[in-house]
Nanobody, 127 residues
């Protein structure tokens, strides 16, 4: 059974860092495109970052460029989201998502393109 489990969320002060993990089981991540999404209270879910299969091409939302880094460790079957310079507006539940695709070297941050989702992990940025 395909499963994604996020971890690493928590409470952090503005300017701080967190690293989120998305561990996969029941499938091999390197055949999948992976995305990170977030949803703040009262707002729609938005794409944060994604990483393609193959060489691991990445995309980022403008709001996180230069602060967040997505990476994958195929040996550990895990994708990470390193978040630096956190701001209060980054507060949200963060989800990872996966879609099996033969397409390499591209990824999109549209939630409708993803078929499997984790349960989410809360990130709160506050002093």
């Amino acid at each position: 059974q395909l499963q994604l489990v996020e971890s690493g969320g928590g409470l952090v002060q503005p300017g701080g860092s967190l690293r989120l993990s998305c561990a996969a089981s029941g499938f091999t991540l390197d055949s999948y495109r992976i995305g990170w999404f977030r949803q703040a209270t009262g707002k729609e879910r938005e794409g944060v970052s994604c990483i393609s299969r193959g060489v691991g091409r990445t995309n980022y939302a403008d709001s996180v460029k230069g602060r967040f880094t997505i990476s994958r460790d195929n040996a550990k079957n895990t994708v990470y989201l390193q978040m630096n310079g956190l701001k209060p507006e980054d507060t949200a539940v963060y989800y990872c998502a996966a879609v099996l695709t033969p397409i390499q070297n591209t990824c999109l941050m549209m939630s409708s393109f993803y078929t499997s989702w984790g349960q989410g992990t809360q990130v709160t940025v506050s002093s």
